[in-house]
């Protein structure tokens, strides 16, 4: 062992060291970690300002870790095509080691690396971090990729469980440095002015650690009612992994593996199921890396979207005078994450009720999201839209005052994000434009001054919206 080269481990989307495959297949001599920010190469899915902050404490949380471990952390920046072969050779590398990534502009990267490493006899060795099953692995009967998710489902469990997860190295043996790396502040990924990430550490500790501790905790104390409590935002129903999960501090398959913790079995298959769905979205993704610029039924490129830069502006802000959705958009913005019920709820109205283009949706997300994932985001907004895999019907469309008394019928969601309502009584929480003069003032609303009325009448935007499927279908 002690004899075997150098290697080089380039993480991404893997910020961790237990069941770290890459980290594993390094670990077996000298190596070096590096991690390379490459806004370039991302083009416009560089990461979004939510997620700069949650990679900025990932890294120094990582960086401690590695160090500790006995092999410290190299950051740089700049183009990793031409940055990692130059590494690469600097320490006599036979291999790079790196978890594989599924976003189209990864894939091109990836491949330039691998050629400028091989065309001087070194390797890049690409390993599953990410998923429970990589995209290729499994297959329709007849050959084709998945885009029903049942079916999927059913494919990845009758594979039985993942592989168990690899524990994290006792000790490292690092190789010293041979370039100059970039502070961590230097890199510049925190807000400054103004810090709109202020409130972010309320709710956030990014990092390997922290992702663990949650997991453990969601597992003993929470995942036994998710079945129910998944679908009330106002409760701590969820696991809140999505982050930990995106930047890779937790594999897919340790959070599968501890699920075997939940004594529920439908609430644990129900939890199973969720970490499944988002490796549908990668495989959508893989094979279809059109998913987040395009609609997947290519009918709906005509769709009649009337994008509206005002409109847009109050879904943003939560001031679609919709309570639910005005404390989802609110909660997102201050949080940097909204729960999935509600994602479902903002989305629906803005694409149905609003007829804004899903693109503009998913793009506010995607800057926003301490979560924001290619992959889940654009399949997702796909999914809202009618336009995806496995997508859900057009004309269903949300009620959004029906939506918020069926999932925060206590009304602790809204109150807790809209707090100019926090005073009307639960019966008119979600529809306050109905409720008597007397009883609004009594809570101190004054509508259209101290919150909106809603920029759309629910029952004009649904005719409006079936209207304009019914245009598109006339048109096929
Ligand atoms: P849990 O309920 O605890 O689920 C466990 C894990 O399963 C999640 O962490 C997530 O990794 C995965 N998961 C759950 N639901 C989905 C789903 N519908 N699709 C794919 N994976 C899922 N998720 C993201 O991670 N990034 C995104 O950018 C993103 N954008 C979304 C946009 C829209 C319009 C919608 C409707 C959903 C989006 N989701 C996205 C999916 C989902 O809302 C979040 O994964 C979930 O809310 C995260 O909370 P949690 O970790 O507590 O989930």
Partial sequence: ???????????????????????????DGPVLPVYVLDDAAAGRWAPGGAHRWWLHHSLAALSAALEKAGAPLLVLRGEATALIPRLAARIGAATVH?????????????????????????G???????????????????????????PFARAVM?????????????????????VQGEALDALGLLPRAPDWAAAFPEYWTPGEHSATARLRAFIE??????????????QDGTSRLSPHLHWGEISPRQAWHMAAGIGDATARQAFRRQLIWRD?????????????????????????????????????????????????????????????????????????HLLQPWWDGAAWFWDTLVDGDLANNSMNWQWIAGCGVD????????????QGEKFDPDGHYVRAFVPELAKLPRKWLHRPWQAPEAVLREAGVALGRTYPRPVVDHETGRARALAALKSLKEAE
């Avoid at 599953?128 to 885009?147: F, K």
């Avoid at 009758?158 to 041979?178: E, F, M, N, Q």
């Fill in 1 to 27: 062992m002690s004899g075997a080269a150098p290697s080089l481990l380039w993480l991404r989307h893997d910020l961790r060291l237990a069941d770290n495959p890459a980290l594993h297949a390094a670990s």
């Fill in 98 to 122: 790196a978890g594989r990534l599924h976003a189209p502009w990864a894939r091109q990267r990836d491949a330039a690396v691998a050629k400028a490493l091989a065309a001087e006899g070194r």
């Fill in 124 to 150: 890049l060795e690409l390993h599953n971090s990410a998923l429970l099953v990589e995209p290729d692995r499994i297959r329709t009967g007849q050959g084709n990729p998945y885009s029903v998710f049942t």
């Fill in 158 to 178: 009758a594979l039985g469980d993942p592989p168990p997860p690899i524990p994290a190295p006792a000790r490292l043996r690092g190789v010293a440095h041979p």
């Fill in 221 to 234: 104390d929470i995942a036994g009612g998710y079945e129910h409590a998944r679908n009330i935002p106002g």
């Fill in 280 to 352: 549908f979205a990668h495989h959508a993704l893989w094979h279809r890396p059109d998913l987040p610029e395009r609609p997947l039924r290519a009918a709906y490129a005509d769709f009649p979207y009337q994008p509206d830069a005002a409109l847009l502006r109050a879904w943003q802000r939560g001031r679609t005078g919709y309570p639910i959705v005005d404390a989802g958009m609110r909660q997102l913005w201050r949080h940097g994450w909204m729960h999935n019920r509600v994602r479902m709820i903002t989305g629906s109205l803005l694409v149905k």
């Fill in 391 to 402: 997508a859900a019907p057009y004309f269903r469309i949300y009620n959004p005052v029906l």
